[in-house]
Every structure is written in C-alpha cells, then in structure tokens.
C-alpha cells in the first residue's frame, strides 16, 4: 500500500508516495515530468514491481503540482525541492535518483550532490521539439555515475539516434515521450511497463553486486 506524506521544501510543501520494500537492499527516488504527475504509468509500474524484490520506490511530486499549478517552476526550484527531500531521508540503502522528462533532468543535475549510486532517466528531453540545436546533453553527459536512459523510438524530444553513441540506452519500440506506442504497433502498456521495470532492476542491481 502506497503512504502518502507531506514534506516542506523551500517552494513550498511536496508530496512523497512511497512504496516500502519489507526488508529494502536499494531506495529508488523518482521525480515526475513537468506536464504530468507522480501516476505516470511508467513510474506507477516501478512503485508497484520494485518492493517486492526488496527496493523501495519513493515517487516526488512538487511543491508546484501540490499547490494546484499547471505549470512547472524553474529547473532550480525542481533541484532544490527534491534536495532538500532526500537529506531528510537519511536512507541506509544506495540511493538511485530518476524520474521522467523534468524528472530526469533533475535527477542528473542533483547526481553526484546527493551521493546518487545510479541514475534512471525515463524520456529524457534530450532538446525542445523541433529545437536539437538547444541541446540538454550536457546534463547528462556530466553525471558521474552509471546513467540508464529508456527512451521512446519516436520521442520528438530526442530519438535514440540523436545520444551520444557511448550512452547507455534502451528503447521502447515505436513509443512517444510519454512511453505510449500506437495500438498499430503492437506494443503494449504492459509491454512497455515490462521494458521500464526490467532495465531499472539490471541498473539497480549492477549496482547492488
């Protein structure tokens, strides 16, 4: 069962959805995307799967969604809520920041601050739509642990094709930046919900060896 709590930050109060793992070996910190929230179905799938193999899944929602807005705040304010959240968890576990879209640009940026084991980066907004000339790639590029990015082959927010050859990628065939692939394709939620969790438990678990 999901616990609900509320904790201050300095924009204002958040919300921790958080998934406990009996006896937890890992902390698995997701921040959700500018346009949606913490029920995102790839990050729901994780909350859900991840316990039972013994790894908490902690799901942030911000301060800015908390309040009723429908506009996400500066990147700033998203680094600093999640900050200030995760050193009042004190977890004893290795902690892997990620989140999707916003989510996992934070979660690169806040990497190394938080002493992050690993990095999950769901739909990372590699650049605008239509804009690769103002590329995002440096927030990735600096992360100095190991980075897993699930991308959608059709992500108009950057392709596969379009990272740098070195990074680690797995793609979810023929879906979007929300993870959906059209019914046409064959791809299913369940099968996409399969890709995301099965990547995040071989990154986690990399990590735990």
Do not use: N, Y
């Amino acid at each position: 069962m999901t616990e609900v709590r509320t904790w201050g930050t300095p924009h204002g109060d958040a919300r921790l959805h958080v998934d406990r793992a009996r006896s937890p070996r890992a902390t698995v910190f997701l921040q959700h995307g500018a346009g949606g929230g913490p029920d995102a179905p790839d990050l729901v799938a994780l909350a859900v799967a991840l316990p039972p193999q013994g790894i908490t899944v902690i799901r942030l929602e911000q301060p800015w969604r908390v309040a009723g807005r429908k506009v996400a705040t500066p990147p700033a304010t998203l680094d600093a809520g999640a900050i200030a959240v995760v050193d009042r968890l004190r977890s004893r576990t290795p902690l892997i920041l990620g989140g999707r879209s916003a989510g996992a640009r934070s979660s690169c940026r806040i990497a190394h601050h938080l002493g992050a084991s690993a990095v999950l980066a769901l739909s990372f907004p590699l650049h605008p739509p239509g804009k690769p000339e103002r590329s995002r790639v440096e927030e990735l590029t600096s992360v100095r642990v190991p980075t897993l990015v699930v991308q959608g082959e059709r992500d108009p927010f950057g392709t596969p094709g379009e990272f740098p050859p070195d990074q680690r990628l797995v793609v979810v065939p023929a879906a979007d930046h929300g993870l959906k692939a059209p019914k046409r394709s064959g791809v299913t939620p369940a099968d996409v919900a399969q890709i995301v969790v099965e990547s995040a438990l071989e990154l986690i678990e990399q990590r735990l060896i």
